[in-house]
């Protein structure tokens, strides 16, 4: 199986397994914060639209602004707090992400990242947006389990 292939259906999973998560979860977990610090899944679900934006870009060769580590956590807005509204942008967010990576050749993905010291390819960077959703579902999934769902939604 070529990178391509290995890039575009990592990603169509990952997609789909977060959708699912999001779906399975209640309304009131979107905006709760576990403990009093844990970011809700607003925030999660915030960050993960802002990410997939932001190497969506990258893979396209664009150059949107670096990340500043010194503002915290990404949080989202007080306004992005209903279930529909989160998993419509999650889903706009995703879609966008997947299309770039669909439009991608295995020369495109094969291609170093200029200015990358370690060597990585812009593959390196595409896979990014698999691992990151999936890490994320990991925490879905545990939140699921704290509210007393313990079945599996990935079927």
Do not use: C
């Amino acid at each position: 199986m070529d990178i391509a292939t290995v890039a575009k259906t990592s990603l169509e999973n990952a997609i789909n397994i977060v959708s699912k998560d999001l779906n399975a979860l209640p309304e009131e977990a979107f905006t709760k914060s576990f403990g009093g610090q844990a970011r809700t899944v607003a925030d999660i679900v915030y960050e993960l639209n802002v990410v997939n934006d932001y190497f969506g870009a990258l893979l396209r060769g664009e150059s949107p602004p670096p990340f500043d580590p010194s503002q915290g956590w990404i949080k989202a807005p007080a306004d992005f707090n209903q279930k529909s509204e989160i998993i419509a942008a999650f889903d706009a967010a995703a879609k966008r992400a997947k299309e770039t990576v669909d439009a991608m050749t295995v020369e495109e993905l094969s291609k170093p990242i200029e200015g990358d010291d370690a060597g990585r390819t812009v593959y390196n960077r595409a896979s990014m947006l698999s691992t990151h959703l999936m890490y994320h579902s990991g925490q879905f999934n545990f939140i699921q389990t704290m509210l007393g769902d313990g079945d599996w939604h990935w079927a």
